[in-house]
């Protein structure tokens, strides 16, 4: 059985997807990336190596903020951004989508797709208010199981306004309103309420928000949060099954896209779950620009180098590790 494999690896989880010969997803993994990218690219293969058994990967995307990164580990045959990722995976769901929305683990977007092209999009990465690490942060305090959150939202009956324009106020008269006595379920609902009004004034302020909706990423699993874009758009929003690995499902899809038409790939295998990578960094001090050049190292070989706006570094063919990160 062929398969073909997307990886999403991000600030807080990497995600990894395999899909078949017509897009359906054969299994997928999602772990925490714990500010250690590499590392957890090959905690995720060798899991997903595990699930898949003796299927033959032919061909690989990547995704994500670590992308360029994870694409040089793997051999991958397509990197792609985010928004790419997400709208190939949006569309493969529902095929006249129009409007997708995205929220992670420190980050959300918008996506605005007409007859399955891009035409929009725009990225909040400044305000972690709505985004997954600062619910968990909630659902912590709160001492509520994140999974519960959703569910004890859809209990209130009035809903309390929290006020939402940033997670630190958003925190502040959550507790306020904990210490009037207002009703923990009413407290919750009003903070989804206040994080979906946050969304749309900033990531979706000035975009055309048409039907067909699809909510993506972590945060889809929060059934306060989609009843909260439902109440503030007067419009179905639809949750895909794969939710939250839908960037790793688009780049796979794109990978098998690039495979074909080249007719080969570039993965090295699952055994790149046992090499030896690190990145390290160095300033290069032959001009005024001082750019600080990474080096990504396996073994005792340099694979690339990145950072120089000159190309001296990224364009050498030496694979002699620099002194200052030799050690």
Known sequence: MKGYMGIDVGSVSTNIAVIDENNRVVDSVYIRTQG????????????IKNKIGDMVI??????????????????????????????????????DVRTVIEIGGQDSKIIILRDGVVVDFAMNT????????????????????????????????????IAGRCGVFAESDMIHKQQMGYALPDIISGLCDALVRNYLNNVGKGKEIKEPIVFQGGVAANKGIKAAFEKALGMKVYVPEHYGVMGAIGSAILAKEAVKEKGYTFFKGFEVSDFKYRAVGFECTACPNRCEVVEFIQGDEVISRWGDKCGRWSNSTSKKVHANTAS
């Open 36 to 47: 250690q990218p590499i590392k957890a690219v090959q905690n995720a293969l060798r899991e």
């Open 58 to 95: 032919k061909g690989v995307g990547t995704t994500g903020s670590a992308r360029q990164l994870t694409g040089l580990m793997v051999g991958a045959d397509i990197v792609k951004n985010e928004i790419t990722a997400h709208a190939v995976a949006a569309s493969n769901v529902i095929k």
């Open 126 to 161: 400044v305000c972690a208010a709505g985004t997954g690490s600062f619910l968990d942060q909630q659902a912590y305090r709160l001492n509520i199981p994140i999974e519960q959150f959703g569910d004890i939202a859809l209990q209130s009956k009035s809903p309390v306004r």
